[in-house]
């Protein structure tokens, strides 16, 4: 079983920046999907970012159309760790952030392997 923990929310204005760190334990996901989904009050939980496996030593990043440009996804495998820079935050990107992990996009929203989730509030 692969635990989550995240950490790196906080309250900052709109404009700012935070950056979220995700550690994984229990299992190395070198070869697995990492991502990052959030759930905003009252609103259903929705992807926003994740670096997955290509094979050997290459990953692809996606991004919700919500944060391109804003967010960048990065990973350290020797970590066993996933990051989550975001800047030019806006009110709108107020949620709770959970890592996930997966063996794709697909397999990290409908699995289990979340973590206890972290929250970022953007004032306006």
């Known amino acids: 079983q692969v635990q989550l923990v995240e950490s790196g929310g906080g309250l900052v204005q709109a404009g700012g920046s935070l950056r979220l760190s995700c550690a994984a334990s229990g299992r190395t996901l070198s070869s697995y999907a990492m991502g990052w989904f959030r759930q905003a009050p009252g609103k259903e939980r929705e992807f926003v970012a994740g670096t997955v496996w290509r ?3 290459r990953y692809y990043a996606d991004y919700a159309d919500s944060i391109k440009g804003r967010f960048t996804i990065w990973r350290d495998n020797a970590k066993n760790a996933v990051y989550l ?37 953007v004032s306006s």
């Open 55 to 57: 094979g050997g030593n």
């Open 85 to 121: 820079q975001m800047n030019s935050l806006k009110p709108e990107d107020t949620a709770i952030y959970y890592c996930a992990a997966g063996l794709d996009i697909a397999s990290m929203s409908r699995g289990d392997n979340w973590g206890q989730g972290t929250q970022v509030t």
